[in-house]
């Protein structure tokens, strides 16, 4: 098989002579060899996996797998390489904890916004109603 792993703005992977390819989906482990038909996947984060002459790892954020013919399109918002599981487990925690942070940060920026467009809008209805 002849897969490509797709980012939003770039090709992560392009590999060739795929023997088989294991990737979760809403429903469980989903697992493709070359003879499998045609087929569609909706991806959930998790680890992909693709053996060639050795296993490769990538902790892939959700996306869709398209299989049609010999080729498998893959296609997530983000996707982490790792040598091993240990070191992908590793990769992909201080990638989710840097994103934790920066979520909290926006989270604490929006309720500030928030809360001083709400004042405003009380202040503007006591000054018309006042």
């Known amino acids: ?4 792993i797709l980012l939003p703005f770039r090709v992560f992977e392009d590999i060739q002579n795929v023997q088989r390819i294991v ?3 809403s429903e469980g482990s989903f697992g493709l060899l070359p003879q499998r038909l045609d087929c569609v996947a909706a991806l959930v984060p998790g680890i992909f996996t693709y053996e060639t002459e050795s296993e490769h790892y990538i902790a892939i954020d959700e996306g869709v797998m398209i299989k049609a013919g010999g080729e498998v399109l893959v296609s997530v918002r983000n996707a982490i390489r ?6 992908l487990h590793q990769s992909v925690e201080k990638e989710f904890k840097r994103l ?8 604490s920026s929006m309720v500030k916004m928030e809360s001083g ?4 809008l009380e ?5 018309r109603h006042g």
Not at 82 to 87: F, K
């Open 123 to 127: 202040k503007l209805r006591e000054d």
């Open 1 to 4: 098989m002849h897969l490509k």
């Open 82 to 87: 790792g040598a091993s599981l240990e070191d």
């Open 117 to 120: 467009f709400i004042m405003s």
């Open 100 to 107: 934790d942070e920066s979520e909290k940060e926006i989270r």
């Open 23 to 25: 990737m979760e989906t």
